[in-house]
């Protein structure tokens, strides 16, 4: 089976989606044909991408298209492949604010390729609800599959592992950590975070 695989734009940073790319590949190629197809923007504006992306991608529309984020969802208004599997993770421009207006236009038109995909693959219960709600789009046309770990760099820590991170830290054990681990953007929901924590120390009081 061939499948035409879309990363977006060629990039050297390795952020969450690219991981989840790289990850999803590795095992693909392991069980069907995989056409790699990545676009090469030429400029850094905005929507250079929703030029370049469908040029990408329009030389090879006769096998099943996987497009790995949503945020690139937008190609399918502009090109028409048999069959598109896309995968969503969030739809967070249409429900939390601070996105410009610009970024607010451009995810308009990835909502309306995603409703016009073949088959959603949701990484969790509460990305599907949304795809419902906001796009109405039917539950037959999605699938929920979580994020997978990998258990050769996350796994529970030997006593004499976690014997060095107290002292590496000067960490009290009678003390509970929470660590959390991202950045501050708006969309990542710190200040609720943070409230929460408050919360909990009213209950817990040695937690950190």
């Given at each position: 089976?061939?499948?035409?695989y879309?990363i977006?734009k060629?990039?050297t940073q ?8 790289d ?6 190629e ?5 056409r790699?197809?990545?676009?090469k ?5 905005g ?10 991608i329009?030389r090879?529309?006769?096998n099943?298209?996987h497009?790995?984020t949503?945020?690139?969802?937008h190609?399918l208004?502009?090109?028409?492949p048999?069959k ?8 967070i421009p249409?429900?939390q604010?601070g ?8 995810f308009?038109l990835?909502c ?9 693959i ?6 599907k609800r949304q795809?419902?709600?906001y796009?109405?789009?039917p539950?037959e ?10 258990h050769?760099?996350?796994r529970?820590?030997t006593?004499q592992?976690q014997?060095t991170i107290?002292?590496?830290?000067q960490?009290?054990?009678?003390k509970i950590?929470?660590?959390y681990?991202g950045?501050?953007?708006p969309r990542?929901?710190?200040d ?5 924590i408050?919360?909990v120390k ?6 950190q």
């Amino acid at each position: 089976m061939q499948i035409n695989y879309f990363i977006g734009k060629k990039t050297t940073q390795l952020y969450a989606v690219k991981r989840y790319g790289d990850e999803l590949k590795k095992e693909l190629e392991k069980v069907c044909d995989l056409r790699i197809i990545e676009a090469k923007p030429l400029l850094k504006i905005g929507f250079w991408d929703i030029i370049s992306f469908p040029l990408a991608i329009q030389r090879k529309k006769d096998n099943l298209l996987h497009i790995i984020t949503q945020g690139d969802a937008h190609v399918l208004n502009f090109i028409y492949p048999k069959k598109t599997i896309v995968t969503c993770h969030d739809l967070i421009p249409l429900t939390q604010k601070g996105y410009s207006l610009v970024a607010l236009l451009k995810f308009k038109l990835c909502c309306r390729g995603l409703q016009k995909a073949t088959h959603i693959i949701a990484v969790s219960e509460y990305t599907k609800r949304q795809l419902q709600k906001y796009l109405n789009v039917p539950q037959e046309k999605i699938t929920v599959t979580y994020l997978g770990v990998d258990h050769t760099r996350f796994r529970p820590q030997t006593k004499q592992q976690q014997e060095t991170i107290y002292k590496k830290y000067q960490l009290d054990k009678k003390k509970i950590y929470l660590l959390y681990v991202g950045n501050e953007e708006p969309r990542m929901n710190v200040d609720t975070q943070i409230k929460a924590i408050k919360k909990v120390k009213e209950k817990i009081p040695h937690i950190q």
